[in-house]
């Protein structure tokens, strides 16, 4: 079990990587701001005890993924329009803003490990690992993921 000292620690180290990964999956600010709320409460109550700080990482990732899922799942559920959540983003510049949408046109089976590669940095055997599916049913998904990126990219600039 976490002292309050390492559960603070923790919060401030991590939040932002549960929060990007729930909105990833949720596509909606309020139900991501409530998955990483619920992730949080469950490592305040968890009586494990974590190995490294690479552990605990894991641990609510791998957490985050099983409550988005379960929230999907939610004859509660509420979609939201992507333009409101993309309003409250601020992009750098252009590209990043169409690469954004680009994104979260994917289907979520691949938006979620792009967003875990490239994001998160993880390796494929750790995103398999994490979403429990073969390394090399990730490297398929990263491939696919990328090639409809590239699709729908190059539409979009032909729409231009």
């Known amino acids: 079990m976490l002292t309050n000292e390492q559960f603070t620690r923790c919060v401030s180290a991590y939040i932002d990587t549960v929060f990007r990964l729930s909105l990833n999956y949720m596509k909606n600010?309020?139900?991501?701001?409530?998955?990483?709320?619920?992730?949080?409460?469950?490592?305040?109550?968890e009586q494990k005890t974590f190995e490294s700080d690479d552990h605990i990482r894991y641990w609510l990732i791998r957490v985050t993924i099983n409550e988005c899922r379960k929230m999907l799942r939610s004859v509660w559920r509420r979609a939201e329009n992507i333009e409101d959540y993309a309003s409250k983003l601020s992009f750098t510049t252009p590209e990043?803003?169409?690469?954004?949408?680009?994104?979260?046109?994917?289907?979520?089976?691949?938006?979620?490990?792009?967003?875990?590669?490239?994001?998160?940095?993880?390796?494929?055997?750790?995103?398999?690992?994490?979403?429990?599916?073969?390394?090399?049913?990730?490297?398929?998904?990263?491939?696919?993921?990328?090639?409809?990126?590239?699709?729908?990219?190059?539409?979009?600039?032909?729409?231009?």
């Open 29 to 45: 600010s309020a139900d991501a701001e409530d998955v990483t709320q619920n992730v949080f409460e469950k490592l305040l109550k």
């Open 96 to 160: 990043h803003s169409e690469l954004f949408y680009a994104v979260m046109e994917l289907p979520q089976k691949y938006r979620v490990p792009i967003y875990l590669y490239y994001y998160e940095e993880y390796s494929t055997e750790q995103i398999g690992t994490m979403l429990k599916i073969p390394q090399a049913t990730v490297c398929t998904q990263l491939k696919r993921g990328r090639e409809l990126l590239r699709k729908i990219l190059q539409e979009a600039d032909r729409d231009v």
